[in-house]
């Protein structure tokens, strides 16, 4: 977005007088940019983000007067085309951090209460850091992602593939599992018959003996 909106970013430099001026103006946008890191990704997780009345998400925008730091030309005043494909990228983070966690064990002893706690987590984390990331802005009004909204989207993801992905696993798990119990069971039953056959065998010799010795 700050790359579409090159030219607004460079504009807002014109308002600095001399090297001085725009040295602070430049400490100043740096000094916004994790803010607006931030922003953006709470916005790509499918939430949204204001600064006073101008909003945007990835479907929506709203267009309103802004300071004249050159970082906040990276808020488009419309959506761009195919802007929802960004909510891929959460989607992919949710898998990394899934597949981190499953390769690192062997057995998971309660795979949906792991999906619960890890949807909870995410939802309380992304909910705190974007309130402490987000307050009033003098005669703007309130400005930052929205809070709640940001946690409910984290959470959301984290419980949508976490369930997806434990899902895929206890049916490849299933079917690996079973030619291992047809195997068991067959020897189990092979086991059966050879104990059945060594009765039948060490019960022979006995009636040979006993017919033996009535002979006798």
Known sequence: SLVAHWSAFTDAYSIASGAGGKIGLTLVWVAYFPNMALASASVLAGAEANFGAAQVSLFTATRA???PVPVLAAMPGDVFPGAWLGLFIPAAVAILVYRR???????????YGTVGVAALSAGGVGMVVTSLNSGV?????WSGPTPWLTGAVAAGWMFAVGVITMAVIGIRRGRSASPREVNVSERGGSREADATKGDRHSAEPDACLLYTSDAA
């Open 101 to 111: 966690f499953l390769s690192q064990r062997s057995v998971v002893v309660s795979p």
């Open 137 to 141: 802005v003098g005669v703007y009004g």
């Open 65 to 67: 007067e802004l300071p």
